[in-house]
C-alpha cells in the first residue's frame, strides 16, 4: 500500500508572500525553518511527497506559468541541498470559482493521488488553509492544518475532523507517530 503527504506550497513549505502578492520570483523563496527536516524525514518513511498549490497570480497575469514552475524548482533545489526531495507538483493557475481544480475543490489532490496510487486512508494532506484541508479531507485524506490557520473563520472548516500542528517539522512528527500508532509526547 502506497502512502504519501500532499502539502501545500506558500505559507506551508515557503514563506507566503504578503496577501495579494503573489511569489513569482525564484530569488525571492525563503524555506521555512525546518521544512527541509520534515520533508526528509517523510522521505526517509517511505512517503510519496507531492506538493498541491494554487497560484492565481497566473489567472490574473501577475505570474507567468514559467515563473511558478522557476519558484517550484527553487524551492525543490533547495530542500535536494538537505537531502529532502519533492516526488511531484501540481499547480491550479485559474481563478476563483473557474475550475474543479483550485482547493478547496479536490481535483489536484484526486490527480496527486491517482498518478502515485496513494492509499487516500493512509495519507495527508498538511496545509495551512482550511482550504487544503477541505480539499484533502473531501479526497478521503487525513489532514493536518499547521500555524493556526485560519479554522476559526470558516464554519465549514469547523466541521472536519483536523489535527493541529504549530509547522511542517511538527506536522511531520504527528503523522509518523500516528502510522506508527505511538502517541506524541
Known amino acids: 500500500m502506497t502512502w504519501g503527504v500532499i502539502l501545500d ?3 506551508t513549505i515557503n514563506k507566503a508572500p504578503p496577501t495579494g502578492d503573489y511569489l513569482c520570483d525564484p530569488t525571492q523563496v525563503q524555506l521555512l525553518p525546518g521544512v527541509d527536516r520534515g520533508i526528509a524525514a517523510l522521505n526517509s518513511a517511505g512517503a510519496v511527497v507531492v506538493v498541491a498549490t494554487n497560484q492565481r497570480g497566473v ?3 501577475r505570474c507567468a506559468p514559467g515563473d511558478v514552475d522557476a519558484v517550484n524548482a527553487e524551492i525543490a533545489r533547495k530542500l535536494r541541498s538537505s537531502g529532502a526531495r ?3 507538483w501540481y499547480v491550479c493557475p485559474h481563478d476563483l470559482n473557474s ?3 483550485r482547493k478547496p475543490a479536490d481535483g489536484l489532490v484526486r490527480q496527486a493521488i491517482a498518478d502515485h496510487g496513494l492509499e487516500p486512508s493512509n ?3 498538511v496545509g495551512d488553509r482550511d482550504i487544503d484541508v477541505q480539499a484533502g479531507e473531501s479526497a478521503g485524506l487525513n489532514a ?3 500555524g493556526g490557520g485560519d479554522i476559526d473563520q470558516s464554519p465549514r472548516a469547523r466541521e472536519l475532523s483536523v489535527a493541529y500542528a504549530n509547522d511542517l517539522e511538527s506536522a511531520v512528527e504527528v503523522i509518523l507517530c500516528r502510522l506508527s500508532g505511538t502517541t506524541r509526547e
Open 144 to 146: 493536518i492544518l499547521i
Open 59 to 61: 489567472a490574473l497575469g
Open 9 to 11: 506550497r506558500d505559507g
Open 123 to 125: 495519507s495527508w494532506i
Open 86 to 88: 519533492v516526488d511531484g
Open 99 to 101: 475550475c474543479e481544480c
